[in-house]
């Protein structure tokens, strides 16, 4: 690897003169360091300092030039979380002639994508906060195509689950520790710094209790080009119907386990009449768990990171989510919010244990895997008693992980009962077609008449054309939503209308103006924009 970054791939003396004459070039998209993506020319990283390296030079152009609010806190969120400030992008300045006294640089020919895995040994974090924003930030930028090169910098080891990343890109990514074997002072020839925040869709809970993002911006439509993408680098080819439908119980074999796995496989197997099976990550590659997931009609599985992997179910697929005791579904929801993206078509049900006596806890383990012995006797006991976690910051409540790592007894009937409420025949992916959600476009040619009788009765005739677009579309239903406002009021009267004229007269005053506000609606749900608002004087 680091032969592709020896000085024989490049006119080295070039190079050098370009850094010393041109310094850094920097041009940023986002107003905030939270939506911030930069691209460099001649970005530097010192690998002794751990600090990357801004050059300045006559041709060195930095936009924004924050001045000091550079540092307030940052220029940019390196990894795809939010404002973490373990998290921060900045550089330090110097002047392009401080390169004659630094060590000889050594140049990075590829297209560098540079970024923070967030928590590269924890499977939801790894496709949530790393794959799915490099993917599509490489989507956002042309030349970070399949031959850019990675370079990760959070300090981490590459994790169990390196492999993922490498599928990213026909090169292999690099690690901050792996930097240093190239150089002393590393030049990216072309770079972008930091990671598309557009494809999450949930918060960890560092300043309030976790839960969706307040403004998500990702389909279900996107995910699936995404995980077509990761199927296609893992050789793996989507089977087309007349397969065996069955059911996939994710398990967990190190802790937070379901007691009666067998007996849950075999309810499962006996009330759907189909096969079921179970999976590890600890017991199936990777691509296995892949190949299997993304055609069963049900994937059943204890909270965890591991439910992740219902990114790759096929539409119209269930999954049922099942949570230890005092765990309340409703405050843990990353892969309940997954679920019900829009266009992911997936069913979604959780399952509470409820019964005290299912449970097993261990109070007696480290910290980070649930242990409580640390803590005063009176707070333990609290812990035991209490019934449900109150909603609690990430990362470290105790009451939290006491919970989150007891191992349960799944009360069967109490399960299926749950499921067969939303699942009422044979679960499973329904040979949908592509239903995807149009919006109507604005209704055209709106115009209105008024036509006054006697001095305290009048009528407003309006009337307008169909959306441009809803001649190509076949719809179930159109609607149009007209707003009538008299000028200088705040209030309106609004009507739901089926045709594409209507004459009002109720609540119509003689010599007055009024605001006409249309606009088209699709199957019920699916509102489109107003036209521009009609002036229509009685
Ligand atoms: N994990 C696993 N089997 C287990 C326990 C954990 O494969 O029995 C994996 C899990 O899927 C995740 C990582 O180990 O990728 C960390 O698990 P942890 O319990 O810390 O996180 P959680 O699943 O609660 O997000």
Redesign the pocket.
């Known amino acids: 690897q680091s032969q592709e970054l020896s000085e024989a791939q490049i006119d080295y003396h070039a190079a050098l003169q370009a850094l010393v004459e041109n310094g850094t070039r920097m041009v940023c998209t986002g107003r905030m360091h939270t939506d911030r993506i930069c691209r460099f020319e001649s970005l530097c990283y010192s690998t002794e300092a751990e600090e990357f390296v801004y050059f300045h030079s006559n041709s060195s152009v930095m936009l924004p030039n924050l001045g000091s609010r550079r540092f307030q806190p940052a220029l940019l969120d390196l990894s795809s979380v939010e404002d973490h400030n373990t998290q921060y992008f900045n550089f330090v300045e110097l002047p392009a002639a401080a390169l004659k006294f630094m060590p000889k640089p050594v140049f990075v020919p590829d297209v560098a994508l540079i970024a923070n895995r967030f928590n590269p040994?924890?499977?939801?974090?790894?496709f949530h906060d790393d794959l799915l924003p490099i993917y599509y930030t490489m989507q956002q930028f042309s030349d970070l195509d399949l031959e850019a090169r990675l370079f990760f910098m959070e300090g981490w080891s590459e994790g169990?689950?390196f492999d993922l990343y490498k599928l990213l890109s026909n090169k292999q990514p690099l690690l901050r520790e792996e930097l240093k074997t190239l150089g002393r002072l590393l030049c990216f020839t072309k770079s972008y710094v930091g990671l598309s925040k557009i494809t999450t869709w949930y918060q960890y809970g560092f300043v309030q209790p976790q839960g969706p993002k307040a403004n998500i911006l990702v389909s279900g439509n996107e995910i699936r080009q995404f995980t077509k993408f990761m199927m296609q680098k893992l050789n793996i080819s989507l089977e087309e119907s007349s397969s065996e439908e069955y059911i996939v119980v994710f398990?967990?074999?190190?802790?937070?386990?379901i007691l009666n796995e067998a007996e849950l496989i075999l309810a499962l197997a006996q009330e759907f009449q189909m096969k079921t099976i179970s999976v590890?990550?600890?017991e199936h590659s990777f691509s296995d768990i892949v190949r299997l997931i993304s055609n069963a009609s049900m994937l059943v599985s204890?909270?965890?990171?591991?439910?992740?992997m219902s990114l790759f179910l096929p539409r119209g697929a269930t999954v049922v989510e099942l949570f230890p005791y005092a765990i309340n579904p409703e405050h843990y929801t990353p892969y309940k919010t997954l679920a019900t993206l829009p266009g992911m078509d997936l069913h979604y049900i959780a399952w509470q244990n409820t019964a005290r006596e299912d449970t097993v806890t261990y109070p007696d383990r480290p910290w980070?895997q649930g242990g409580i012995a640390h803590l005063d006797k009176a707070e333990q006991e609290r812990i035991i008693k209490s019934t449900e976690v109150p909603r609690h910051l990430c990362c470290r409540n105790p009451e939290w992980l006491f919970r989150?790592?007891q191992d349960t007894k799944v009360n069967i009937p109490s399960l299926i009962h749950v499921i067969r409420q939303t699942v009422k025949s044979k679960p499973g992916p329904k040979k949908q077609k592509w239903s995807g959600s149009l919006y109507p476009g604005k209704v055209r040619d709106a115009k209105c008449q008024a036509s006054v009788q006697g001095t305290s009765e009048a009528k407003l005739a309006v009337s307008w054309q169909i959306p441009w677009n809803l001649r190509y579309l076949k719809v179930r239903e159109v609607k149009y939503e007209v707003w009538i406002q008299e000028q200088g009021e705040n209030t309106y009267m609004p009507y739901i209308l089926s045709h594409q004229n209507h004459t009002f007269s109720e609540n119509i005053k003689p010599f007055t103006i009024y605001l006409v506000w249309i606009r088209c609606i699709f199957n019920k749900n699916l509102l489109g924009p107003f036209a521009d608002v009609l002036l229509c004087s009685t």
């Open positions: 040994d924890n499977l939801m974090h790894v169990v689950h398990s967990r074999t190190i802790n937070r386990l590890s990550l600890e204890m909270h965890g990171a591991q439910l992740v980070d989150a790592y």
